[in-house]
């Protein structure tokens, strides 16, 4: 089964906590209201850099974001990125942890967010079931966002699999 590489956007690709924003990064805003806009800023080189890991890896990418269906009509399309799949984890208790285990299943996978420190005990217990396959959770800063190290984190981890 293809490995699989799943992307929150708040945090690794909208560095929202940095005081200044990261070089490269650019600033959107995206219509949230009637009249409000959310500003968010984005790298768009990550892309090419996101899909470049894919073919490396034989990786699918895929959204496991609050950003949901959204995050294909106002993120990917300003990083270049193709429809990804995204992984649905409406009302979940243990946070994202339920729904990426079902859409996961048994597949080896690298997983970007800035929120793993969140609902510990089902973090803890996610990467226990999984612990005969190649389950990296990629802690990313949400005041940097993806860096090269992330990615080289990403690459390390799946250059082992299963």
């Known amino acids: 089964m293809r490995p699989l590489v799943l ?33 968010i800023w984005l790298d768009p080189g990550h892309g090419d850099q996101l899909r470049r890991l894919a073919d490396d890896t034989g990786a699918e990418l895929a959204w496991a974001t609050s950003w949901l269906h959204r995050a294909n009509t106002e993120i990917g399309p300003r990083l270049g990125l193709p429809a990804l799949k995204v992984v649905e984890f409406h009302d979940e208790r243990g946070w994202k942890y339920p729904a990426v285990a079902r859409y996961a299943y048994e597949r080896p996978l690298v997983w970007f967010d800035d929120d793993f420190a969140l609902h510990a005990a089902r973090r803890d217990e996610f990467v226990h079931k999984r612990r005969h396959l190649t389950t990296a959770l990629v802690h990313v800063d949400p005041g940097t966002g993806i860096t090269a190290e992330h990615l080289s984190e990403a690459r390390e981890a799946f250059s082992g699999n299963p």
């Open 7 to 39: 992307l929150d956007v708040d945090g690794p690709l909208n560095p929202w906590a940095a005081k200044h924003k990261p070089p490269n990064y650019r600033p959107f805003d995206i219509k949230v209201g009637w009249w409000r806009k959310l500003r």
